[in-house]
């Protein structure tokens, strides 16, 4: 062998390490690709904040940072963040062959203009994305927040909602638990892969804007279910910086908050003097200048199938419900029984206008359940499913002609699309073919608490006493089943009060007696199908001299 032959194969080993250096680094600095997932949500102000979360699949970038500017602007800003270790991947994988090390990072944009497009990257190279800041106050426009729940049994059905989502153009979704059924498993890693890969798949606004989530946490985010710490729920608090307790309040300015809430799964039972509890109710005092708060939480307090008296379901009633009587969470979202329900508003544990209202029950991609028929429970203003089973209150000797029969499926699986304006908010429920099979409009708590002074359960003499006759509009209008009729007499009088159809015949005479000056209210429950219909005053003094009232007034119902 001569000695530059030697010389060569001494220093090949050196050589193709250096080679092999250079080959990756130069192919890292061009090549790396964009992580496979990206998602977008809130710790904070979401109109001068967001953060991005995604993932690292290969551990290729040891870094966390990214590139973002105002849509517009030519130079490119820098912001670090913080990366956790997946909870069962690299050295903590123990499925074969194991799955290489991700990281989860987190970078937090502050200092943003409200309603403002914005862009992101991750390399000079890589994909743009974008999103918008959330709007600070509500003058010009409308703020659209879908919300579902229950995501993962049936992949394409998951799809197709998430599809159905995004093209109703929402700035944000609320998830209100069981996302990937994974049970907090490893095994079911792969459950969580294929959603996110759906989720960057699809959930993109019509301007093809990354679509922000809040997340909720249910059971199939934990180990067991019920659990009285996070550490059970190694995927959910992995994945979202929000909640970080397994509960709290996102504020949109003044107009709206959204309470998160943990039914069990990773907090203590609901106890009432319960850590989250104590918080729900300072949270709930703290935000009395608000225009509309919503809550989410995964079980029911108002099931269309499971037992209402279980023993959760029974301390989320106890302990929560009071709380948003008191401070007016006109609309809440629950999730877990794969049906879709909306219950009358409920107050003290009857129909009450100034009730709140739940809106559940989390079947955006499972199997549909069976429903209790809502026309012999009580609480149940519609609900859907694969088949009508008796109601709560069902006489079993005399059932219900619907029991039995179909629930309408169709329209089971579902999710909801608020309209958040300054006064009010539109609940449209969208089924999986896109349609809107039902809507309604919620008034805003400002315009509740100022109907609201009119007593419902004790009395009907209002303070104040009104100078002329007059006849107001009913509340809720349109409504389902019940609204509340108002009016003002100057001083006693005979009242007659009747509901008459859109063709002149009458339906109920619904008040006729001696009534002293002042403000009082009659309440109409009604079985008649839908349709225009109209009420009329007729009042006559009975003091000298004698003055007599007529007025009509038209009402929608709405089934
Ligand atoms: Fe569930």
Not at 73 to 86: N, P, Y
Not at 193 to 210: A, F, T, V
Not at 366 to 381: A, C, K, M, Q, S
Not at 512 to 522: A, D, Q, R, S
Request: net charge negative; proline share 6%.
């Amino acid at each position: 062998m001569n000695k530059t032959k030697l010389c060569y194969l001494n220093v090949m080993p050196f050589l193709l390490v250096v080679s092999i250096f250079f080959g990756v680094y130069t192919s890292e600095a061009a090549d790396v690709p964009d992580p496979r997932t990206i998602y977008l949500t809130w710790i904070d102000d979401p109109s001068t904040t967001i953060i991005v979360h995604y993932h690292d699949y290969a551990s290729n970038r040891t870094e966390t940072k990214l590139d973002f500017r105002r849509k517009g602007r030519a130079q490119w800003l820098t912001k670090t963040g913080i990366s956790v270790r997946h909870p069962y991947t690299g050295d903590a994988s123990t499925i074969v062959p194991p799955e290489p090390l991700r990281l989860v990072h987190t970078v937090h944009l502050t200092g943003l203009w409200p309603d403002t497009d914005y862009e992101f990257r991750f390399s000079e190279s890589g994909k743009i994305y974008r999103f918008r800041s959330m709007p600070g106050n509500l003058d010009e426009t409308e703020v659209r927040v879908a919300l579902g729940g229950d995501l993962y049994h049936i992949r394409s059905e998951m799809q197709n909602t998430m599809r159905r989502v995004a093209e109703r153009d929402p700035h944000f979704v609320v998830i209100g638990g069981d996302w990937a059924y994974a049970d907090g498993l490893e095994e079911r890693l792969w459950k969580w892969d294929h959603l996110w890969e759906d989720w960057m798949e699809y959930m993109y606004d019509s301007e093809g804007r990354l679509i922000p989530i809040i997340a909720v946490i249910g059971n199939h985010e934990t180990i067991g279910s019920y659990r009285s710490t996070r550490e059970y729920s190694p995927y959910f608090y992995t994945y979202f910086a929000f909640p970080a307790e397994g509960y709290g309040a996102i504020d949109f300015g003044t107009y709206l908050s959204v309470i998160a809430l943990d039914t069990e799964h990773s907090n203590p039972p609901i106890t009432g003097s319960d850590f989250q509890t104590l918080w729900l109710e300072q949270a709930l005092d703290q935000r009395n200048e608000i225009n509309h708060i919503i809550a989410s939480h995964h079980l029911t307090a108002y099931p269309s199938h499971r037992d209402k008296d279980g023993a959760r379901e029974t301390r989320i009633r106890r302990h929560w419900h009071p709380l948003f009587e008191q401070y007016d969470v006109g609309l809440v979202f629950e999730n877990h029984d794969h049906t879709y329900h909306r219950t009358h508003y409920i107050r003290e544990g009857n129909i009450n206008p100034w009730g709140i209202k739940y809106l559940g029950a989390g079947n955006w991609g499972t199997r549909t359940r069976d429903v209790w028929n809502p026309h012999t429970t009580w609480y149940l203003e519609e609900a859907f499913g694969t088949v009508y089973k008796p109601g709560i209150d069902e006489d079993p000797i005399n059932p219900h002609p619907l029991t039995g029969q179909s629930a309408n499926p169709e329209n089971a699986r579902h999710f909801y699309l608020l309209k958040v304006r300054e006064n009010d908010i539109t609940v449209e429920s969208i089924n999986g073919n896109g349609e809107v099979f039902h809507s309604f409009t919620h008034p805003s708590r400002h315009m509740r608490a100022d109907a609201q002074r009119i007593p419902l359960s004790t009395g009907d003499n209002l303070p104040g006493m009104p100078s002329s006759y007059v006849l107001f509009q009913n509340y809720p209008n349109p409504f389902n089943r019940v609204t509340v009729i108002r009016y003002g007499i100057p001083d006693r009088s005979n009242v007659r009060i009747a509901i008459h159809n859109l063709e002149g015949k009458k339906i109920k005479l619904l008040l006729n007696e001696e009534k002293e000056g002042g403000y009082h209210h009659v309440v109409w429950q009604t079985d008649v199908s839908s349709g225009i219909y109209y009420y009329t005053i007729e009042a006559t003094s009975l003091v000298d001299p004698p003055d007599r009232f007529t007025k009509r007034r038209k009402m929608i119902l709405l089934k």
